[in-house]
Nanobody, 125 residues
Framework: QVQLQESGGGLGRTGDSLTLACTAS????????VGWFRQAPGKERDFVSG????????YYSSTVKGRFTISRDNTENTVYLQMNSLKPEDTAVYYC??????????????????WGQGTQVTVSS
């Protein structure tokens, strides 16, 4: 069974950059598509970005497209989320999760499993 651990969250200001990492245990990590989601207080968990098993295809929500970049290194069992030009509305707990379903720019949390515990990102103006 694969377990996920997010890291790299923290405090930033508008325009800053942060890189999140999602590191997995288990030898089957490379067989899963991976998604990043975020959840702000009082709001639903929203899809941010996704990447296919070997990184051939990537997907982004409209709110982060052009600012965030997802990548993965299966030799390190890690998926990264490079976040540039951060905005206060990016403030949320960021989670990564796995899926065998096809990805899209509108992926939903119910299609994913093996969620990490999340990492907090806070952006001030």
């Amino acid at each position: 069974q694969v377990q996920l651990q997010e890291s790299g969250g923290g405090l930033g200001r508008t325009g800053d950059s942060l890189t999140l990492a999602c590191t997995a245990s288990g030898r089957t990590f490379g067989t899963y598509n991976v998604g990043w989601f975020r959840q702000a207080p009082g709001k639903e968990r929203d899809f941010v970005s996704g990447i296919t098993t070997v990184g051939t295809r990537t997907y982004y929500s409209s709110t982060v497209k052009g600012r965030f970049t997802i990548s993965r290194d299966n030799t390190e069992n890690t998926v990264y989320l490079q976040m540039n030009s951060l905005k206060p509305e990016d403030t949320a707990v960021y989670y990564c999760a796995l899926t065998n379903r096809l990805l899209s720019d509108y992926a939903t949390p119910t299609d994913f499993h093996s969620w990490g515990q999340g990492t907090q990102v806070t952006v001030s103006s």
